[in-house]
């Protein structure tokens, strides 16, 4: 099994900037993609960003593509969100996500409030 905690939340201006990671333990060496995820009050949970674990395929939604950079350190085991220009309708609580052996797992959230 793998775990998965995250870190880096807070809150930050309009076109602030934070970065999220996220510490995969446990049965990472069978991880095959890892990513974030994001869910704001009252809405459904959502796609952010991807990366393989090989590194060679990253993905975003067209939400925050341009503002948004995942990245990941395969020997650390921990994958890093760079969130760029954030706008306030960035504010959600941030979920990483693990796909291992056709499962998904998932950490436990942190918050993210974009706000003047």
């Known amino acids: 099994q793998v775990q998965l905690v995250e870190s880096g939340g807070g809150s930050v201006q309009p076109g602030g900037s934070l970065r999220l990671s996220c510490a995969a333990s446990?049965?990472?060496?069978?991880?095959?993609?890892m990513g974030w995820y994001r869910q704001a009050p009252g809405k459904e949970r959502e796609f952010v960003a991807a990366?393989?674990?090989?590194?060679?395929?990253?993905y975003f939604a067209d939400s925050v593509k341009g503002r948004f950079t995942i990245s990941r350190d395969r020997v650390k085991g921990t994958v890093y969100l760079l969130m760029n220009s954030l706008k306030p309708e960035d504010t959600a609580v941030y979920y990483c996500?693990?796909?291992?052996?056709?499962?998904?797992?998932w950490g436990q959230g942190t918050q993210v409030t974009v706000s003047s």
């Open positions: 996500n693990a796909v291992r052996l056709g499962r998904n797992t």
């Open positions: 446990g049965s990472i060496f069978n991880i095959n993609e």
């Open positions: 990366i393989s674990w090989s590194g060679s395929s990253t």
